[in-house]
Nanobody, 117 residues
Framework: QVQLVESGGGLVQAGGSLRLSCAAS????????MGWYRQTPGKQRELVAV???????NYAGSVKGRFTISRDNAKNTVYLQMNSLKPEDTAVYYC???????????WGQGTQVTVSS
């Protein structure tokens, strides 16, 4: 089992920055990829960024160039550095971890990010 705990959310003005953290515990050796998703009321959860165990990354077009996903393997932690924040970035941000074989997915509890105009 994998447990994920997000932190770092908060209120920031447009143009500001936040860094989200996702600390993994449990069977962390089984994780193949970790990512950040976000969700606003009335909308589906969308992928923001993902990083694989091999270090490759991918981003949603709406955040590319502004957000950076990274990891600290020693701390079993994934980060999302969010710069040049916009009001449309306001959402609950969720961390997830995926194991391919056997397939499993784990989710954190979410952390609120609010960007004011």
């Amino acid at each position: 089992q994998v447990q994920l705990v997000e932190s770092g959310g908060g209120l920031v003005q447009a143009g500001g920055s936040l860094r989200l953290s996702c600390a993994a515990s449990g069977s962390v050796f089984k994780i193949d990829a970790m990512g950040w998703y976000r969700q606003t009321p009335g909308k589906q959860r969308e992928l923001v960024a993902v990083i694989t165990s091999g270090g490759s990354t991918n981003y949603a077009g709406s955040v590319k160039g502004r957000f950076t996903i990274s990891r600290d393997n020693a701390k079993n932690t994934v980060y999302l550095q969010m710069n040049s924040l916009k009001p449309e970035d306001t959402a609950v941000y969720y961390c997830n971890a995926v194991t391919v074989l056997p397939y499993s997915v784990h989710w954190g509890q979410g952390t609120q990010v609010t960007v004011s105009s």
